[in-house]
């Protein structure tokens, strides 16, 4: 594959490159990219080529033009970052997803500067730009840099009240509680235990949904502090997330959590939350 892809390139034919590129491995791609801005030889004929395979419309043209991006952000950042954001908002969502991912390594190698970038992102009509943002916050958290807890932490905060499904859904139980509660679990609680004073439903929801997540186990107890809170919101939206996180928080700490359902049972407040989590232990 990565003779064909040399050749394409040698020979200088982007449609030739395009056309072995379909179908191929995320790896291939990125070896392609990283080929494509060497042989541009500047980053104004890196960059045209780039938007050039953005406007070509094919799959895996549009792949191509996504992982050239962090090529093209080590010439001209602000216009690579540009390219991303469009890209980052595509029909297919397989390019939504590779954009996301690449604005969070971005954002693991240039921090301060991607991340200021990524604030201007929050306020974008389109959510799926919004969700890159969520999704670049969880690939850029690591074990070895807690100075970003805070930065990442604010970073997601305004769109914890964001309404579209497919920032929720990566927000609460991904990024949120895969990801920074898992990298960074005394910051995140502390700001968990933060918005679950918020009456916004979509901030509770990812509040407790991100105690649905495999790092929850290891802070079982505090989570059932803000959960047993959360228990009382009358809010479908709101109890049921409580009740998800309760049967999937129970089934890692059965010890913890199955004491405090059968407690709840007992409770006519709770008892609806108490009822659909145990139908899953």
Known sequence: MRDRIDRAIARGKPDSLVRVLDGARVGDVRYAADRLVEAAGSKTAALKQARALAADGKLSALHLACQMVPG???LDGDAALRLLVRLADADDWTVRDASAEVAGRLLRDDFSTVLEALH???GRKPPSVRRAVVIAAGR?????????AEPLLKLVEPLLA??????RRNLGPSTLGRSLLDCYPRDAFEYILKWSTSNEP???????????APPAASIAKKALIVLRKLSLDERRPVWRAVASAMWKL?????????PELMRWLEDERRVDVAREALRHL
């Open 162 to 167: 964001d309404e579209d499904t497919t920032v």
């Open 72 to 74: 093209c952000y080590r």
């Open 120 to 122: 201007g992102w929050r």
């Open 202 to 212: 979509a901030v509770l929801w990812n509040v407790a949904m991100a105690f649905s």
């Open 140 to 148: 850029a958290a690591r074990h070895d840099r807690p100075e970003w």
């Open 250 to 258: 129970g089934r890692r700490c059965p010890e913890i959590v199955r």
